[in-house]
Structure formats: structure tokens, C-alpha cells
Nanobody, 123 residues
Framework: VQLQASGGGSVQAGDSLRVSCLAS????????VGWFRQAPGKEREFVAA???????NYADFVKGRFTISRDSAKNTAYLQMNSLKPEDTAVYYC??????????????????WGQGTQVTVSS
């Protein structure tokens, strides 16, 4: 499966942004989809995931601010980000876990990755 992340940009603190992950090659709704992010000099970290059944899992630092969703008709997953903070600045990556149905936070379980999209939040 090929993943194309898009929608990143530069915003002010408190703004909202939605990043998208378009899948091709396979039907996205059959798999768990995760969003991860990596800031300069830091490890790639889990942000959110959605299982094939629609169950969601969020990192504590985004609960109540970010929402992960999926549009099966468009074969696209989304990450809606509200109340953005400067510490949310990072490259955001989408990934697919083709082996498990649940929404894992473990990046090593995801076997396909998109190229990433830059999100920059200024204060």
C-alpha cells in the first residue's frame, strides 16, 4: 500500500489544521491507521490511531484536541488538529498496520509509512 500525507502548513498557536493520508494499492478500511510525528532531534512518537472497526487511540498530549477519522469512500484517513501549540510542531507521518485490527501506539507494528507532512505552529 502507498500512503500520501498532505495538508501540513504553518499556523498560529490556537489555530486548527487537518492533515490527510491518501492510500492507494489497498483498501484503507481493512487496516489500522496511525499518525505519528517527529520533531527535530526527537524520536518519532505516536499521536493517534484508528482500528479497522473505528476504535480510536490517542496519545495523552493530544486528547481533547486531535481527532483521527477515516473516509472509506475516499480511501483517506485524517487527523484534525485543534488548539494547536508550538510544541505540536513536527513532521507528521501516517502509517498502516496490515497485520493487526486494533489501533496500536507501537510504531514498530506499522509496516507501511507515508512520506510525512510538515506542521509548524508559531506562538
Amino acid at each position: 500500500v502507498q500512503l500520501q500525507a498532505s495538508g501540513g502548513g504553518s499556523v498560529q498557536a490556537g489555530d486548527s489544521l487537518r492533515v490527510s493520508c491518501l492510500a492507494s494499492g489497498r483498501t484503507l478500511r481493512m487496516y489500522a491507521v496511525g499518525w505519528f510525528r517527529q520533531a527535530p532531534g526527537k524520536e518519532r512518537e505516536f499521536v493517534a490511531a484508528i482500528s479497522w472497526g473505528g476504535a480510536t487511540n490517542y496519545a495523552d498530549f493530544v486528547k481533547g484536541r486531535f481527532t483521527i477519522s477515516r473516509d472509506s469512500a475516499k480511501n483517506t484517513a485524517y487527523l484534525q488538529m485543534n488548539s494547536l501549540k508550538p510544541e505540536d510542531t513536527a513532521v507528521y507521518y501516517c502509517a498502516v498496520d496490515t497485520q493487526r485490527a486494533y489501533a496500536s501506539s507501537r510504531r514498530e507494528l506499522y509496516d507501511y509509512w507515508g512520506q510525512g507532512t510538515q506542521v509548524t505552529v508559531s506562538s
